[in-house]
């Protein structure tokens, strides 16, 4: 299913059927007033959000019998692509979008440190330890009269800890113990940051990633490097499925035409 990503605007007029039977084309009168010239023009779609609206504004347009080109807006002008030179926009933008990120880590270095806030372990009888409490951290491990007895365990049990969202996805999942086998809404890719300052494991002495694959298959401990590699696999390979998207449509506009009929 081809959907638009979150702050995605997409603006449509009230309009009436294309008389050219153009299913994309928001059918606008005064685009079609001119017989000799329809002008096809689909809905208008653009990155809107906190950051500002009507970024990377495009759209399908058609001139009368001339073929098919996506509009996109550039210092305010609008240039006319074809399908080979949006696949070259294609392959650029993740480099582009790759440079962002990296500005904005440099940005993030150049911000003031928060100060941020503690938590604390209040012992029973007496003594207090306090630790950072990164303002990212779903919990504040704060606890009073804890028993002397119990502070190592107490201490090395701290893990601060943000959840990541996966990704929704219908996927089919066989028998197993406690569900028939079907198709459910599974989150890929889910998984949490952590840092456990006081764990006997040196390892989780620093903020790292993990994320889960598939049930209990996971990608552990990442670290800055390892969390961009993951990113640039996957970018690679959503590149692929977009590459596979656009066949799949000239593969069902093909066997609409092409197939016997009933196989349709």
């Known amino acids: 299913m081809n959907t638009l990503p979150q702050g995605t605007d997409t603006t449509q007029q009230a309009v009436s ?3 050219d039977g153009i299913t994309w084309c928001l059918g606008v009168p005064i685009d079609h007033a001119n017989p000799a010239e329809h002008i096809h023009r689909g809905p208008a779609r653009s990155l809107g959000g906190a950051y500002g609206k009507g970024l990377l504004a495009f759209n399908l347009e058609q001139y009368g019998d001339e073929p098919a080109t996506i509009s996109l807006e550039s210092e305010g002008a609008f240039l006319e692509l074809d399908g ?3 696949d070259q926009l294609l392959a650029d933008a993740p480099a582009h979008l790759d440079a962002l990120r990296q500005t904005r880590v440099q940005l993030a270095a150049e911000a003031e440190p928060d100060p941020g806030e503690t938590w604390t372990l209040s012992v029973r009888g007496g003594g207090v330890f306090t630790g950072y409490l990164p303002p990212w951290a779903d919990e504040n491990p704060t606890e009073t009269d804890v028993p002397a007895a119990d502070l190592t365990f107490k201490l090395k049990d701290i893990a601060h800890q943000q959840y990541i969202l996966g990704a929704p996805l219908n996927v089919f ?4 113990c406690t569900e028939e086998p079907g198709v459910y809404e599974e989150h890929v890719l889910s998984g949490y940051m952590s840092v456990a300052p006081h764990s006997e494991d040196t390892r989780e002495h620093a903020p790292a990633v993990s994320l889960q694959l598939v ?3 996971w990608l552990q401990d990442l670290g800055p490097d390892e969390l961009a590699d993951v990113i640039a696999k996957l970018r ?3 590149d692929r499925l977009a590459g596979v998207h656009a066949h799949l449509i000239q593969a069902r506009a093909d066997w609409a035409t092409h197939a016997p009929r009933g196989q349709q």
């Not at 999942?173 to 197993?176: E, N, V």
């Open 173 to 176: 999942t066989p028998a197993g």
């Open 215 to 217: 049930e209990d298959h």
């Open 17 to 19: 059927a294309c008389p």
């Open 236 to 238: 690679q390979q959503a």
């Open 84 to 86: 080979a030179q949006v």
